[in-house]
T-cell receptor
Framework: KQEVTQIPAALSVPEGENLVLNCSFT??????LQWFRQDPGKGLTSLLL?????REQTSGRLNASLDKSSGRSTLYIAASQPGDSATYLC???????????FGSGTRLLVRP | DTGVSQDPRHKITKRGQNVTFRCDPI?????LYWYRQTLGQGPEFLTY????????KSRLLSDRFSAERPKGSFSTLEIQRTEQGDSAMYLC?????????????FGQGTRLTVV
């Protein structure tokens, strides 16, 4: 059974810092991996999607990497801003299923 | 297109009542998902439709839960005889299937409170 773990559960940093969020999964037979952002009481917004054959994806100040063999992904946020404060969720889609399997998220607070 | 739309945004109901939620996906998306999210947790999968066919259901989905997607357009999720444990955010998502690059688009969710 696939399990997705995100570390740390919460993170507080001063504005301008570069930071790394971690995601690990137990079964490497994934189809793709997505990083989402969720603001309080709202739905999820997909930030980056990495297909199983890819190693990384970049969008603006965000860079996500994927190491399937070790079951790990990282989300790198450069020059963090208070507007980046949100919960970041990692989710995998398996080869054998259509559903997304989520971690519990990392709550990020960027202090001005 | 305005994205995935869910209605209502909030629902308060008494224990034992039935509730129904609606999801309108992005119009050309053939895949539609329902998830449930409780405070401090990631969303948990409930069920998946490809067009009008319900192809996958979670074991979490007891017989009190039923979902439909008539004509492969909007979807409804009904919970019968609600229990306090059903209190959660119910999220709908849609995607255009066919490639590994298909991004999932989520609605704003329906927050259910059972009192």
């Amino acid at each position: 059974k696939q399990e997705v773990t995100q570390i740390p559960a919460a993170l507080s940093v001063p504005e301008g810092e570069n930071l790394v969020l971690n995601c690990s999964f137990t079964d490497s037979a994934i189809y793709n991996l997505q990083w989402f952002r969720q603001d309080p009481g709202k739905g999820l917004t997909s930030l980056l999607l990495i297909q199983s054959s890819q190693r990384e994806q970049t969008s603006g100040r965000l860079n996500a990497s994927l190491d399937k063999s070790s079951g790990r992904s990282t989300l790198y946020i450069a020059a963090s801003q208070p507007g980046d404060s949100a919960t970041y969720l990692c989710a995998v889609r398996m080869d054998s299923s259509y559903k997304l399997i989520f971690g519990s998220g990392t709550r990020l607070l960027v202090r001005p | 297109d305005t994205g995935v739309s869910q209605d209502p945004r909030h629902k308060i109901t008494k224990r034992g009542q039935n509730v129904t939620f609606r999801c309108d996906p992005i119009s050309e998306h053939n895949r539609l998902y329902w998830y449930r999210q409780t405070l401090g947790q990631g969303p948990e999968f409930l069920t998946y439709f490809q067009n009008e066919a319900q192809l996958e259901k979670s074991r979490l989905l007891s017989d009190r839960f039923s979902a439909e997607r008539p004509k492969g357009s909007f979807s409804t999720l009904e919970i019968q005889r609600t229990e306090q444990g059903d209190s959660a955010m119910y999220l709908c998502a849609s995607s255009l299937g066919g490639t590994g690059a298909a991004v999932d688009y989520f609605g704003q969710g329906t927050r259910l409170t059972v009192v």
